[in-house]
């Protein structure tokens, strides 16, 4: 029996105004409930759930609820949103993670509010600059009408998202002014976890090195065999070379930092997934743009003796792990 159920919505960085990161995790056990799933980030919502449905049979597997006789596809996605998902966690305020839960704040109802979780640094960043009553109307509860209940989230303390998970945040750097986080799930059926890490850059290249706190962390639990997946970005191709970074990994960047978790396990394999996302989609379209860094990585873990399985995560992709 799975631990998660995961459905990536959108796993891309931009530049292409669709497909912007956001994933829908719920427990790997049982029916849909009101509120059994929870979003991290939210670069795409509505329009992501509405694509899936599109898709044939995509509520047989459980991945996403049944839709009932008298609901429509488009009825059906926003019911997702209202009714299943409990909260949104938040990695950090770019544009790429939260354009979908901004243009979709105005189709949510006071009577039905959105918890939105996040460090304070994220919640903050939120408020100031993009609900502000200028960029966009204040539908937070930080002295707005109250539909986005910001959860600001304690660092490295485990809080329940629902019933089945609970989630806790670490903070993470992604460039010089944008303080990121990587959540660890954990299923409280089966104590399973997933780590999935928001942009992050290396910690070679940190001002402020956070990422091996949260890589002792998954080590110690691939140890006792309860990590199941590990969600990270690369952003660019092998091919970007030493140009700047913006806060994000590339091929070799991501390898060193997997190898720091090798070392930490204490054997040269990584023993769950590796799912890959936040391709950036500038010089090539998202299939060939992902095909490219995975192979990059292949080849760049071979050559350094790290055995690791990779997936591409893509709009669409529905994982048990
Ligand atoms: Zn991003
Ligand atoms: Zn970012």
């Given at each position: 029996?799975?631990?998660?159920?995961?459905?990536?919505?959108?796993?891309?960085?931009?530049?292409?105004?669709?497909?912007?990161?956001?994933?829908?995790?719920?427990?790997?056990?049982?029916?849909?409930?009101?509120?059994?799933?929870?979003?991290?980030?939210?670069?795409?919502?509505?329009?992501?759930?509405?694509?899936?449905?599109?898709?044939?049979?995509?509520?047989?597997?459980?991945?996403?609820?049944?839709?009932?006789?008298?609901?429509?596809?488009?009825?059906a996605s926003w019911d997702v949103?209202?009714?299943?998902?409990?909260?949104?966690?938040?990695?950090?305020?770019?544009?790429?993670?939260?354009?979908?839960?901004?243009?979709?704040?105005?189709?949510?109802?006071?009577?039905?509010?959105?918890r939105l979780a996040g460090l304070?640094?994220?919640?903050?960043?939120?408020?100031?600059?993009?609900?502000?009553?200028?960029?966009?109307?204040?539908?937070?509860?930080?002295?707005?009408?109250?539909?986005?209940?910001?959860?600001?989230?304690?660092?490295?303390?485990?809080?329940?998202?629902?019933?089945?998970?609970?989630v806790e945040p670490f903070p993470?750097?992604?460039?010089?002014?944008?303080?990121?986080?990587?959540?660890?799930?954990?299923?409280?059926?089966?104590?399973?976890?997933?780590?999935?890490?928001?942009?992050?850059?290396?910690?070679?290249?940190?001002?402020?090195?956070?990422?091996?706190?949260?890589?002792?962390?998954?080590?110690?639990?691939?140890?006792?065999?309860?990590?199941?997946?590990?969600?990270?970005?690369?952003?660019?191709?092998?091919?970007?070379?030493?140009?700047?970074?913006?806060?994000?990994?590339?091929?070799?960047?991501?390898?060193?930092?997997?190898?720091?978790?090798?070392?930490?396990?204490?054997?040269?394999?990584?023993?769950?997934?590796?799912?890959?996302?936040?391709?950036?989609?500038?010089?090539?379209?998202?299939?060939?743009?992902?095909?490219?860094?995975?192979?990059?990585?292949?080849?760049?873990?071979?050559?350094?003796?790290?055995?690791?399985?990779?997936?591409?995560?893509?709009?669409?992709?529905?994982?048990?792990?």
């Amino acid at each position: 029996m799975s631990s998660f159920r995961l459905v990536v919505l959108g796993a891309a960085g931009g530049p292409v105004d669709r497909h912007t990161s956001a994933y829908l995790i719920r427990a790997g056990h049982g029916p849909w409930t009101r509120d059994c799933a929870l979003a991290i980030d939210a670069g795409t919502l509505v329009s992501g759930i509405k694509d899936l449905y599109s898709q044939p049979n995509a509520s047989d597997d459980g991945f996403l609820p049944p839709i009932a006789a008298d609901r429509s596809v488009h009825e059906a996605s926003w019911d997702v949103l209202e009714h299943y998902v409990s909260a949104i966690y938040l990695t950090h305020p770019h544009f790429d993670h939260i354009a979908g839960l901004v243009i979709n704040s105005a189709g949510l109802s006071n009577l039905r509010p959105m918890r939105l979780a996040g460090l304070t640094s994220t919640l903050h960043a939120l408020r100031s600059h993009v609900f502000n009553d200028v960029v966009w109307p204040n539908l937070t509860d930080d002295a707005g009408c109250g539909t986005l209940l910001l959860d600001h989230l304690a660092a490295a303390v485990e809080q329940p998202a629902n019933d089945g998970l609970a989630v806790e945040p670490f903070p993470v750097s992604h460039g010089h002014n944008t303080e990121s986080t990587a959540y660890l799930i954990r299923d409280c059926r089966s104590g399973n976890h997933m780590l999935v890490w928001g942009d992050v850059e290396p910690d070679t290249v940190a001002r402020t090195p956070r990422n091996i706190t949260v890589w002792r962390r998954a080590a110690d639990l691939l140890l006792r065999h309860s990590l199941v997946a590990v969600l990270v970005e690369c952003s660019y191709p092998h091919t970007h070379g030493a140009a700047p970074l913006f806060g994000h990994m590339s091929p070799q960047h991501l390898i060193d930092e997997l190898q720091t978790l090798a070392t930490l396990v204490g054997r040269p394999h990584i023993d769950c997934p590796v799912v890959i996302t936040h391709v950036k989609e500038r010089c090539q379209p998202g299939e060939a743009a992902r095909q490219t860094i995975k192979s990059d990585l292949e080849a760049l873990a071979k050559q350094q003796g790290l055995t690791c399985n990779f997936l591409m995560a893509h709009p669409g992709m529905c994982l048990n792990l």
